[in-house]
């Protein structure tokens, strides 16, 4: 009678499976998903990364629009040309909320800062205040 080692029984009815990262193949638990430590922290970093840089691109933006928006408006509110908010660079696609009157008006928001489109040459800039 031949003696296994308990080790050799585990492995053999495990299946066989394919590294995510670096797609070598190994034995493991069924939800296993990766070689080594070093495989999976390499997965996980390289994922959160490219989430990092699209977060910061999106936060740069509303951030300048922000900036833009206070320029343009140093008291509570302003009409400004659509023409020369875009030649300032701000990107009218990014905002962080919005607000629809009981007309139908939408307002788009960076952060304290909003716009109001009066018509398709002007734009009314306003600054929320701040919840006491």
Known sequence: ????????????????????????NFFGRADKKFCSDACR????????GEEEVFMKKVN???????????????GDKTTMSYIKLASEG????YFTSSYVTKEGKEYRFCYDMGYLKLNPEFILIVRRDEPS
Request: contains cysteine; aromatic residues 4%; neutral net charge.
């Open 41 to 48: 922290n390499a997965y996980h970093n390289s994922r959160s």
């Open 1 to 24: 009678m031949e003696i296994i080692p308990l080790r050799a029984i585990l492995i053999a009815e495990m299946d066989e499976k394919q590294c995510l990262e670096c797609g070598g």
């Open 90 to 93: 701000l990107d009218f696609s």
């Open 60 to 74: 740069r933006i509303l951030r300048k629009n922000r900036q833009i928006l206070s320029d343009q408006c140093p």
